[in-house]
């Protein structure tokens, strides 16, 4: 990873959470996870599945289809069950490696929901309120939007804690989630004098592209539910349909910016540029230095090579798996069983110190 800078400050020494795994010779353990809602965008390949097969060898991981966060808004039965394999689809063609890591769908494991519910007692109305990712879902309808959509976050939160997750892999737009995630642990920890309980979770946000915007507006994040498909690259997305969204991508008038100081000012640039950076894997000081001053059409043109030479393998990878769904299937019910044997305890722990009485 040439040009990763991870977003958190490293781990105090002594934290009892790492020890166990420094001792395996492994940074610490790793939860994330991708809704199974709308197609799978380079947004969502750069800002994160890339990163979880590099992460694959320093963390023991945990990557979670979360088909339960997925039903916050309405979803079509059968859609989601095809949409949830081919999550897991991207991850594996993404290069995890399912037979090390886990890799599973939240709704097999049932203690995601059972501590979610210790969650939605600890956290505060007043916290859930600020989330402005609810605030953007839920637009001017409040009174009309689910419950469950307001509660989501605490879910996300149980979703890592029930593990005692100590990193977790994500984009910039989930920075907030994962603040709330750590006030939570803490006053859990507070709430019923366990400190330590919980560790405090460590978000690891890195790469040239943390937040990939949409193709037809730079200051707009790319995002599944856009209603235009020309402002997102699907992962799925052939080398025709790449290379005419990136012709079609929007730009400004003027040549390529001469500094990223420039870039900066120039939304739509700066995200190609961005994007660019990720997928050949060098600084963008350096891309931006290799462009300045040529015209868009030059670097759309080297842009579309290098989008289609990384994206293709991994699309058709995961065609390859769609055609398979008995494999997939089985590797989601081998996770989920690996993940219920991890998390089941740390539920009886939470049971235990909350005051649940045992069946
Ligand atoms: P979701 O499904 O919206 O997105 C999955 C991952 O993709 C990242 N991402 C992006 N990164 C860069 N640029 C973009 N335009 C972009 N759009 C999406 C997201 O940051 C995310 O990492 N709440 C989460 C799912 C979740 C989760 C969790 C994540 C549920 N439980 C526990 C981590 C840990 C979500 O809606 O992601």
Redesign the pocket.
């Known amino acids: 990873m040439p040009d990763a800078t991870v977003s958190s400050a490293d781990a105090p020494t002594g934290n009892p959470h790492l020890a166990p795994y420094n001792a395996r010779g492994l940074k610490g353990r790793i939860?994330?996870?991708?809704?199974p809602?709308g197609n799978l965008?380079?947004?969502?390949y750069?800002?994160?599945?890339r990163n979880f097969a590099r992460l694959q060898d320093d963390y023991e991981c945990l990557y979670?289809v979360?088909d339960q966060?997925a039903i916050t808004v309405p979803q079509d039965p059968a859609l989601l069950a095809s949409q949830t394999r081919e999550i897991a689809a991207a991850f594996l063609a993404a290069g995890v490696d399912g037979g090390k890591q886990i890799i599973f769908n939240?709704s097999m494991v049932p203690a995601h929901a059972q501590l979610a519910w210790v969650f939605n007692c600890v956290a505060r109305m007043g916290w859930m309120s600020r989330m402005t990712?609810f605030k953007e879902k839920a637009g001017k309808d409040r009174e009309n939007v689910s419950l469950g959509l307001f509660a989501?976050?605490a879910?996300?939160a149980a979703?890592?804690l029930i593990y005692k997750a100590t990193h977790?892999?994500?984009?910039?737009?989930?920075k907030q989630?994962?603040e709330l995630t750590r006030d939570i642990a803490i006053k859990f920890n507070n709430d019923f004098n366990a400190p330590d309980f919980f560790p405090i979770t460590e978000p690891l946000i890195f790469g040239a592209?943390?937040?990939?915007?949409s193709l037809r507006d730079g200051t707009k994040?790319?995002?599944?539910s856009d209603p235009s498909d020309q402002s997102r690259i699907n992962l799925t997305d052939d080398a025709d349909a790449i290379a005419l969204k990136i012709r079609r991508a929007k730009t400004d008038p003027l040549p390529m910016p001469e500094s990223e100081a420039d870039a900066e000012k120039r939304p739509d640039a700066d995200n190609l540029l961005g994007i660019f950076a990720a997928l050949a894997d060098r600084e963008k000081t350096d891309v931006v230095s290799e462009f300045a001053g040529k015209q868009f059409s030059e670097f759309k043109a080297a842009l579309t090579e290098l989008a289609v030479a990384r994206l293709g393998p991994v699309g058709a990878e995961m065609q390859r798996l769609m055609k398979d769904p008995g494999h997939v299937d089985a590797v989601l019910r081998d996770g989920a069983a690996r993940a219920r044997a991890l998390a089941d305890p740390i539920l009886d722990e939470v049971y235990r110190t909350v005051g649940f009485l045992k069946p």
Do not use: F, W
Not at 31 to 35: A, E, I, P, T, Y
Not at 41 to 44: C, F, K, M, Q, V
């Open positions: 939860l994330s996870g991708v809704q809602t965008h380079l947004g969502n750069l800002g994160a599945i979670c979360v966060h939240q990712q989501y976050p879910l996300m979703d890592i977790v892999p994500v984009g910039e737009d989930q989630h994962l592209a943390t937040r990939v915007m994040k790319m995002s599944k």
